[in-house]
């Protein structure tokens, strides 16, 4: 293992997130390297420090419950019509697959670059990536 | 070893989702009650004010409440109110365009000031990070969630949460180099991170 390698995982080896396997190459190459050593040290200080003082900075506040003036909202329809429409998508391939078939039989090489079952198994990826972004975590996407 | 809101009662906390969810308010409290002061302390160091951070929190337990029926896994309770408090915050900054200029010294800092003495350097130095960068560190070292947990509530691969700690902990570094750090690059000529 080399130094590049271990500068980037020396604090997920501080906070035990390290696969073991890694762990023990890591504490290796530790063991031989003064450098990473030092590198090692000043990350495990910051860490400490930055705990320390946020638990010591911001003392806990008494702070009112909020007064929930609004219902649980039902879920959204959408998803239920995106994976009906999937659905519908796929039975659609399923039937139509078999009619396209004949005209690309001459090599079965040809028939499977050109196959229209990949055609409809991303169609239907992307309608699914719809039901995730407007199902789960439509209203509080991040970014 | 981490911090884990549901490592006590964790069935009795999946429960509770269950009722809040069918419109239980006394079950929702007591949900919120659970996470209440971490959301509220998260959102301190990353708005740096506590009338924002306050309302943040508030904003956040309406609209967990609102939408709680599109949580479908009850365990996520905590990671998913906190990604939607981390939210509020953006918002909050973005409205006030100051995601990226450092901020004011208002009473949240001098209230840190006093309570923390020594330590206010290393807060100060996160203050002047990103809001990124301030939102990784403050999950990481305030709440102790895992990189896992992190990728989960800011909706990213845990190899962008673990080189957004890696860079944090970098610029942190750099601009404690001189009070906290004696020497710490190295002489050898190797290029950290
Ligand atoms: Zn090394």
Redesign the interface.
């Known amino acids: 293992m080399r130094c590049r390698i271990v500068r980037p995982n020396l604090e997920s080896y501080l906070a035990g997130e390290l696969p073991s396997l890694h762990a023990v190459d890591l504490q290796r190459h530790l063991d031989a390297c003064p450098a990473c050593r030092k590198e090692m040290e000043v990350t495990r200080r910051l860490v400490k420090g930055l705990r320390s003082s946020f638990q010591d900075a911001i003392p806990p506040r008494s702070l009112p419950l909020p007064n929930l003036t609004v219902q649980p909202q039902r879920l959204p329809w959408l998803p239920k019509v995106a994976s009906i429409t999937v659905l519908g998508l796929l039975l659609l391939g399923l039937i139509v697959a078999p009619s396209i078939q004949p005209y690309r039989h001459e090599t079965p090489a040809a028939l499977m670059q050109t196959s229209p079952i990949p055609a409809h198994q991303s169609q239907s990826r992307e309608a699914s990536e719809v039901i995730n972004r407007h199902g789960t975590d439509w209203r509080i996407s991040i970014n | ?1 981490k911090h884990n809101l549901f490592s006590e009662g964790k069935a009795e906390q999946e429960s509770l989702v269950v009722l ?4 239980d ?1 006394q079950a ?2 007591r949900l ?2 659970g996470v ?2 971490s959301l ?2 998260a959102a ?2 990353i708005l740096q004010n ?1 009338q924002d951070a ?1 309302d943040a ?2 904003e956040a ?3 967990a ?8 896994q009850p365990q996520f309770f905590k990671t ?1 109110i906190t ?2 408090l ?2 509020e915050c ?1 918002g909050i900054l973005r409205e006030k365009r100051k995601m990226s200029y450092y901020p004011d010294m208002n009473n949240w800092h001098i209230n ?1 000031r006093e ?3 020594a ?2 350097n ?2 100060e130095a ?1 203050n002047h990070l990103t809001f990124n960068y301030r939102t990784v ?2 999950l990481r ?2 709440d102790g969630y ?2 896992k947990e992190i990728a989960r509530i ?3 691969p845990i190899g962008t949460v ?2 957004r ?2 860079l944090a ?1 970098r610029k ?2 750099e601009g ?1 180099v001189v009070q ?2 004696p ?2 690059h ?1 002489e ?1 000529g ?4």
């Open positions: 070893m809040a969810q069918e419109g308010r929702f409290m919120f009650q209440q002061q509220y302390r301190c160091v506590d306050y929190t508030q337990a309406l609209k409440f609102r939408f709680l029926r599109s949580l479908r998913w990604r939607i981390i939210n953006r840190l309570a923390a003495g330590e206010i290393v807060l996160v560190v403050v070292y305030l895992s990189q800011l909706g990213c673990k080189s700690i890696n902990l942190l570094k404690l906290d750090f020497e710490p190295s050898e190797h290029h950290a991170l």
